[in-house]
């Protein structure tokens, strides 16, 4: 699978950690920065890869920010994007199955790294649900 990842400081850390998983589960990283800790403006970060994603260059992306409140709240203005704030396990299973969420955003400074690892494991696995939730996100209005 071909991923667009990007953080800003706050999030930098945890990206550090899920790049190597990433790469040993044989997907194809495009890591859009930051590149180390210097504050940065994580809106900057969403916009590009939430464009990676719309326009087909992403099967999907990955944003963390400190919370990843702010990169949630920024990727999901992006037309296409329906990003998805995980925290546990569950969330993540069920962003996919019921929300085919296509970014995943984590927050660096709320989730340990440990944690982080089995979300994007089960996040990068789980197939959409179709039928019901498939009309659901059409609600949306933008798709
Ligand atoms: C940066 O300090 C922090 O505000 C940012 O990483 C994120 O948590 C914003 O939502």
């Not at 706050?10 to 800790?37: N, S």
């Not at 982080?116 to 494991?121: H, L």
Request: glycine residues 14%; charged residues 20%; proline residues 2%.
């Amino acid at each position: 699978m071909k991923i667009a990842i990007g953080s800003d400081h706050g999030g930098f850390a945890l990206k550090v950690v899920l790049l190597p998983m990433l790469q040993d589960l044989g997907h194809e990283i495009d890591d859009v920065g930051c590149y180390d800790t210097g504050s940065v403006d994580y809106p900057t970060f969403a916009d590009i890869v939430c464009k990676r994603v719309s326009a087909g260059n992403a099967d999907c992306g990955i944003l963390i920010c400190g919370t990843g409140i702010g990169m949630s709240m920024a990727a999901n203005k992006k037309d296409g994007i329906r990003a998805a704030l995980c925290s546990d396990h569950y969330t993540a299973s069920m962003s996919r199955e019921h929300n085919d969420a296509n970014v995943l955003c984590l927050g660096e400074r709320v989730t340990g790294p440990g944690v982080a690892e089995e979300i994007v494991k089960v996040w990068l696995k789980t197939s959409f649900g179709g039928g019901r939730h498939l009309r659901r996100i059409q609600l949306f209005g933008t798709v």
